[in-house]
């Protein structure tokens, strides 16, 4: 089993990476959210791996947290739940808001996610509901804190959807990691919308 890859950035776009290792590129398909973390290309990086196994394909996953990794393998459980549709989730989402909203059984805000059903998204709640409180808190998580809370509420209020919301914002965190007001959080996503 390939528990993680450290080597040298080759190849980043928002959903894949290569990482040269002793001579050898390794593909692997990541979530939005270890996206935002990586360093520039040419620069060493470590990616945590989940490698898959099937009939007809092998595809290594890669995560900047083990709280990413963790939570990726507890969607592959559920089934119906395979490795693409959890790193849609994990795309769509932040840890802590998706933990919030498996625990509280909002399957509405999961099935909001592309890609995800109504049936699915109740499915998660139901069988998670119980294994992701450890998920819910976390320091370094996006929904973990009110302010954070209250970024993402403002950025719908504007008219921007869930999932765009939560990439705005931990786009900012990712930059701006030491950012502890909600209303400077919306100034800077706001911006970075713009920019592109």
């Known amino acids: 089993m390939i528990a993680y890859i450290r080597g040298t950035l080759a190849e980043k776009e928002p959903t894949r990476v290569v990482v040269e ?4 590129g390794y593909e692997l398909v990541i979530p939005l959210s270890t996206y935002d973390r990586l360093p520039r290309a040419g620069e060493t990086v470590k990616l945590l791996a989940h ?3 099937r009939e007809d394909d092998e595809t290594l996953y890669g995560f900047a947290t083990d709280e990413e990794r963790g939570l990726f393998a507890k969607l592959t459980s559920v089934s119906g739940v395979g490795p693409k549709i959890a790193i849609a989730i994990l795309s769509g989402s ?3 808001e998706l933990s919030q909203a498996i625990v509280g059984g909002d399957a509405k805000r999961i099935a909001a996610i592309k890609g995800v059903g109504k049936k699915t998204a109740e499915k998660i709640c139901v069988e998670l509901r119980d294994k992701v409180d450890a998920f819910i808190g976390r320091g370094a998580d996006v929904a973990a804190s009110p ?3 209250d970024a993402l509420a403002a950025l719908r209020a504007l008219g921007f959807n869930e999932e765009t919301s939560s990439k705005m914002v931990a786009g900012v965190l990712a930059a701006h990691p030491d950012v502890d007001d909600a209303e400077r959080v919306i100034k800077l996503a ?3 919308s713009q920019g592109k």
Not at 21 to 24: F, I, S
Request: hydrophobic share 55%; aromatic share 0%; net charge neutral.
């Open 21 to 24: 290792a002793a001579g050898v």
């Open 51 to 53: 490698h898959c196994v």
């Open 94 to 96: 932040s840890i802590g």
């Open 147 to 149: 302010v954070i809370g």
């Open 190 to 192: 706001l911006a970075g």
